[in-house]
């Protein structure tokens, strides 16, 4: 029998969801669900599907990772219910992993500075800013928040600039620093491409499990576990139906 931790990970925070299973560090499957935002119908058959082709029984998962938003609500209550029923009837650990950290992942490593940008209804975006570092990972610069898109972008363009002036004193850099934009939040904002920035296309737009797993062990290997009594979706912003039950009764926003 091997020590080696079993590890679940799921991603329900966008339009597409996925589930992948892993031994440790090591993917061993991943799967897309079938349909879009039926995450409710199609998460528990798939993480089922997944344990029994591993010969996993459901007592025997570790560690379960799971994408904590913001993003879809229904998606992300439907991810921490699960996580939250199996760790108290199996004692699993959980990690939560912000979806927009997720999201930036995609970017390829030519792009400098990387802002994934989500759908938040209403207008309206969650976005956050990542710059990359000399080892080729990401940093949050900035964290994620309920934004107006093109102010976003005018911080990030003078970010850049900063960046440039830094990299010119040092001699470190002779191209143009490079800004990726992607997420689902693109179908509603579209700035026009320039020289350094740049739309990904709606193929790198989603999360995935198999992102979330990586980043979850990461995590783990810190022992950075997440409290299973307080973990709660990554909302932002309050449902609408919150918002109007709090406006209807005169409560705080």
């Known amino acids: 029998m091997s020590d080696l931790p079993r590890i679940l990970a799921l991603e329900t925070s966008g339009r597409t969801g996925s589930v992948a299973v892993a031994l440790s560090p090591t993917l061993r499957a991943a799967r897309e669900l079938p349909s879009t935002m039926r995450h409710a119908v199609e998460l528990m058959p798939a993480i089922r599907d997944l344990t029994r082709e591993q010969g996993w029984r459901p007592d025997q998962i570790d560690h379960l990772y799971l994408s904590l938003g913001p993003g879809s609500f229904t998606g992300l209550r439907i991810a921490v ?3 939250r029923a199996m760790h108290q009837a199996t004692g ?17 490593p030519k792009f400098a500075i990387v802002m994934p940008i989500l759908d938040a209804k209403r207008n309206q975006v969650f976005a956050a800013r990542y710059e990359r570092n000399a080892d080729g990972t990401l940093t949050q610069t900035a964290p994620a928040a309920l934004v107006d898109p093109a102010a976003f972008l005018d911080q990030a363009l003078t970010r850049a600039s900063e960046l440039e002036t830094q990299n010119a004193k040092r001699e470190t850099r002779n191209a143009k620093l490079q800004i990726a934009l992607l997420g689902e939040g693109l179908a509603h904002f579209q700035p026009a491409p320039t020289e350094i920035v740049t739309q990904l296309p709606p193929a790198l737009w989603p999360g995935t499990a198999v992102t979330v797993h990586r980043l979850g062990y990461q995590l783990a290997q810190r022992n950075l576990f997440s409290d299973p ?18 406006k209807k009764h005169n409560l705080p926003v």
């Open 229 to 246: 009594a307080t973990l709660l979706p990554l909302y932002i912003r309050l449902p609408e139906a919150e918002e109007v039950y709090r």
């Open 92 to 108: 699993c650990k959980l990690i939560g992993v912000p979806s927009l950290d997720v999201i930036a992942q995609n970017a390829p």
């Open 81 to 83: 219910a699960i996580a």
